[in-house]
Structures are given as structure tokens and as C-alpha cells.
């Protein structure tokens, strides 16, 4: 369901037994489309796309948009395939992941519970996220007849998935109860490291620590 309630967010909740309901915010959307306009902005990622031509950043901004997406559906999905929302400890309770819960009405039990939900939910994820982008990771560039190499694309991958982490961060700075963003991009490195065959662990190794060393 795309929510028409005016707020940043996405949630799951269980309607009735075995009948779940993922909602997505329009303003998330608007928000996942404005930040990916920096995203592109950064000449340092996508080096071979023509950034005076508006055709190809608009089909960047679209990927861009679509890898975040994939990762926030797949997470409410994740909640639901785990069986999160049939937790004793969360009977009538509403998984929220961009929002700030009120804190005051989340006890300390629910909190722990809630962290490793989130923790778990957030790993199963990526790891289909990272199938997909294994599978597309070239055709970004072939669109525009360009070839990258494998190490660059990765590279790329991290940056991208690592700002709407950071932005997960800022936005709910005073909430402890998700992954940071460094530990989600630990969990991207770890899933695409086994998701690939071996003669391409070592260029994603390469790349990650290429890539954390310049961040951090």
C-alpha cells in the first residue's frame, strides 16, 4: 500500500492471521528521489556517466531510487517471512523502520527484541538485494554502451547503499533501536563476499577496504 499520510516512513503490521500490510509513505519516496539527486551530483561514483546529458541522470537517479526501494520492501518482507509481527512480546505492535517510535510506549524487553529484529531483518535483506544487484550490477553502464570494471561497480554499490544508511542515521539520531550505518555496510560487504564466486572475493575486499579507508 503507498500511504497517503503525510510523514517519512515505511511499516508492516499483521491485519488479521497470516495477513500482513507493508506501507510506504509517499513523502519517503519524495525524499528516496531528492536525496538521490546528490547521490548522482558526486562525480566520484558513476565516472562514466555523462552527468551534461539529462537522459542518463535521470536513468541513474530511477537505479538509484530502485536499489533503495529494494532494500525497504525487502526488509518489511524480511519482518514477515521471519515471523516478527508473531512475537508474543509484539502482539498488536507495528514495525516501523524510517519513523521514531515513541519511546516512551516501547518497554526494555521490546527494545532488545525489536534491535535484533531489525538486526535480522536488515541481513536477510541485503542478502537478496545483493542477488539482484549481482545480476544488474553491468546493465547501469551497457544502457549507455560503457563498461565499468568489477571492482568500480562494487564501489559504487557501497556509496550508493552506504547514503540512505547515513540518512537512516540522521533521521533517527536519537532512536538506537536499528543497525547504524556502518554496520549495515559491514553486512553488505559480508553478503556480497558470499554471495561470489571466489576469483571475485578478493576484487570485492579490495574494494571495500578501498572504499571504507577513503570514508573513514
Known amino acids: 500500500e503507498i500511504n497517503d499520510i503525510v510523514t517519512i516512513n515505511a511499516s508492516v503490521e499483521k491485519i ?9 509513505y509517499p513523502n519517503l519516496i519524495k525524499e528516496l528521489i531528492y536525496h538521490s539527486r546528490f547521490v548522482v551530483s558526486n562525480s566520484k561514483i558513476f565516472t562514466k556517466i555523462d552527468r551534461s546529458n539529462d537522459n ?7 537505479y538509484i531510487v530502485f536499489l533503495w526501494l ?16 508473531n512475537h508474543d512480546m509484539l502482539q498488536n505492535f507495528k514495525l516501523i523502520e524510517v519513523d521514531e517510535y515513541d ?3 516501547v518497554s526494555e524487553k521490546q527494545k532488545k527484541i525489536i534491535n535484533a ?32 570494471n568489477e571492482e568500480i561497480l562494487y564501489h559504487d554499490y557501497f ?4 547514503y540512505l544508511y547515513e540518512w537512516f542515521d540522521k533521521y533517527n539520531k536519537n532512536n538506537l533501536l536499528y543497525p547504524s550505518s556502518k554496520e549495515r555496510i559491514y ?9 561470489l564466486d571466489f576469483k571475485f572475493q578478493l576484487t ?4 571495500f577496504t578501498k572504499y571504507m579507508e577513503n570514508y573513514y
Open 159 to 162: 556509496h550508493v547503499m552506504h
Open 16 to 24: 488479521q492471521t497470516n495477513h500482513f500490510l507493508i506501507k510506504i
Open 103 to 105: 519511546m516512551f510506549d
Open 70 to 85: 529494494d532494500f525497504i520492501l525487502l526488509h518489511e518482507l524480511q519482518h514477515i517471512i521471519l515471523g516478527h509481527l
Open 56 to 62: 542518463e541522470l535521470l536513468v541513474l537517479i530511477d
Open 117 to 148: 529484529m531489525e538486526v535480522e531483518a536488515d541481513y536477510n535483506a541485503i542478502k537478496m538485494c545483493i542477488k539482484f544487484f549481482d545480476t544488474t550490477k553491468e546493465k547501469i553502464y551497457t544502457h549507455f554502451n560503457k563498461q565499468e
Open 204 to 207: 570485492c575486499m579490495r574494494s
Open 187 to 195: 553486512m553488505i560487504n559480508e553478503a556480497l563476499i558470499s554471495n
